[in-house]
């Protein structure tokens, strides 16, 4: 069965635009012009992955964000949006988002974060061709392991099974991407993590050396993670990447 998309562009040619080439890609898309038809259609037919405009009039993508998130829905959103400034891309991951592509865009570049996205929702060890990781059939099957549950480095513990994550006794609530990020970098803990790594290991894909993606995340994180008076727990190693460790 094909993937199935939701589409929110008010900018008629810019979706009609995304839902040829969506389609031409083999998604299902269902394409609207606003976030309260955007919602409607999330409660109808619920779709595999979002693609939703920042800016629409009346209820935005921001909005339709929330909503969402606040009824517990998880399904993954990619933004659209023409605001650069860091602060605003922000707001976006505030509201829940999982990522964003800024306009003008590549196609290319959506088709990326929507593949990566859908990959991380997909179920462990499933590859394309519907066989555990993609491996062929004279491959004997290995027996089934106990997922792991927990993992703790630097202060940090995280209940992988129940998506929770505490910094000592408090609490923290995180995004999807975030979450993944801060799993890699506890389980790497005192090990410095290349940008090249890091995008393939979070989005499956390596936007170049003129993306801020990845610090754009990295700091939202830190702002979840950082407290008074407590050593700083992610850091950058210029040139390089981060690492994780308490100094």
């Known amino acids: 069965m094909p993937q199935t998309v939701l589409l929110a562009e008010d900018d008629r040619a810019i979706r009609h635009a995304l839902e040829r080439a969506l389609t031409l890609e083999g998604y299902e898309v269902t394409a609207v012009a606003d976030g309260v038809e955007a919602l409607a259609q999330a409660h109808r037919n619920p779709p595999d992955v979002l693609l939703l405009d920042v800016m629409m009039p009346g209820i935005d993508g921001l909005q339709v964000c929330r909503v969402l998130r606040a009824e517990g829905d998880r399904t993954p959103i990619l933004m659209l949006t023409a605001l650069v400034e860091t602060a605003d891309r922000i707001a976006g991951l505030d509201a829940g988002a999982d990522d964003y592509v800024v306009k003008p865009f590549d196609v290319e570049e959506v088709f990326a974060r929507l593949r990566a996205l859908l990959r991380r929702t997909s179920p462990v060890g499933v590859g394309a061709s519907g066989t555990a990781g993609g491996a062929s059939g004279d491959v004997a099957a290995k027996e089934p392991q106990a997922p792991e549950r927990q993992i703790e480095a630097a202060g940090i513990r995280m209940d992988l099974q129940a998506r929770r994550v505490w910094r000592g006794t408090r609490e923290l609530e995180l995004t999807r991407t975030e ?6 970098l506890v389980r790497n803990a005192g090990i410095v993590l290349d940008h090249a790594t890091i995008y393939d290991r979070i989005w499956g894909y390596d936007f170049g050396p003129g993306s801020k993606n990845l610090a754009v995340y990295v700091g939202y994180l830190r702002r979840k993670l950082d407290e008074p008076d ?3 727990l992610i850091h950058t ?3 390089v990447g981060y690492v994780l460790r308490e100094d």
């Open 230 to 232: 407590a050593p700083q």
């Open 179 to 184: 979450f993944e990020l801060l799993e890699l």
């Open 237 to 239: 190693v210029r040139g």
